[in-house]
């Protein structure tokens, strides 16, 4: 049976412990992408889906007997293309199979898939899995190498994996009660999975930071370090990489936005992490601004409205409702 993705609401997303095989598919769809599933085993099925989402960035735990789901072309042209899927192996095996390249997955394993290409997922005993589906433009310019990457284990054995593995397994145990600071650790932990895919890029792909791709990684990263200093600018990014702001600008032109929309989309998304955050709710909206490099109010209550559609007084109380 197939059907395709529904929309996605922020709130949480559960499935009984027990259902008919069609209900799960439903939920799989609207927790995940449009997708088609079929079990394959004679065994009764049982499934359950546990999710959560986060502004642009979703959680799924999915316990389930054997079945396998396929993301077709067809499926792809009716939308949820632009993500990318990075599944954690909890328990049971698991076969991805993407863009001619297939992997096995065992309990501890890391890999990533692409929605916007076909790929099949194959579960042939009861397992446990944990996704985090994650926009493509929210990678900047890792994305590019994500897509690279699609259908291997990442990390191998030991190295960054022995880091991400079990912060991704710690959310996945509490997806019932996740904190109240949710957001922070799902930012937390994304941080940890670019950087991961950083290095097997690097490792697997032999991307030097002499290459365009190594450069605008780099310019992020000083972007990222850099976001609390309100003298941040095009000028100052280009000074520090030897460059001039045309050639930053072109360095950029792939990547669906300019190097000044970058840096206050960045500083837009830290300050509302931290309105988000139950635990700062009594720190002032002008100081968490300031924080991150906006310290006029006024400034940045426009910017704010027009990337969120209200303000961050409404933002904040809209969150302890």
Known sequence: MTTTAQPRAREEHTLAESVDFESFQRAAS???????AEAISSTPFAGRILAHRYDDVSLSRVDARAHRVVRTDDLIAAGGGGQFKFTLQLSGHGLLI?????????????????TSRPYSLTFEEECGIFVAMVPRERLGATAEDVAELTALRLGGDGGLLDMVAPTMGGLARRMAQMPGNGRRLVGNTLELIVTLCDDEAQRRLGDTESGRRGTLRRVHRFIEDHLVDPRL?????????????????????????????WIRRRRLERARADLQDPAQRTIPVGVVAAR?????????????????GCSPSEERRAEAA
């Open 292 to 308: 991150w490099g906006l310290p006029d109010p006024a400034h940045f209550s426009r910017l704010y409205r027009a990337a969120y």
């Open 98 to 114: 993407q863009d001619g390249r297939e992997t096995l997955l065992r309990p501890g394993d890391l890999a990533v898939y692409d």
């Open 233 to 261: 600018s095009p000028q100052l990014v280009a000074d520090a990489h030897y460059m001039s702001v045309r050639a930053l600008y072109k360095l950029f032109d792939d990547t669906g936005s300019t190097v000044a929309a």
């Open 30 to 36: 609207t927790a995940f992408v449009g997708l088609h």
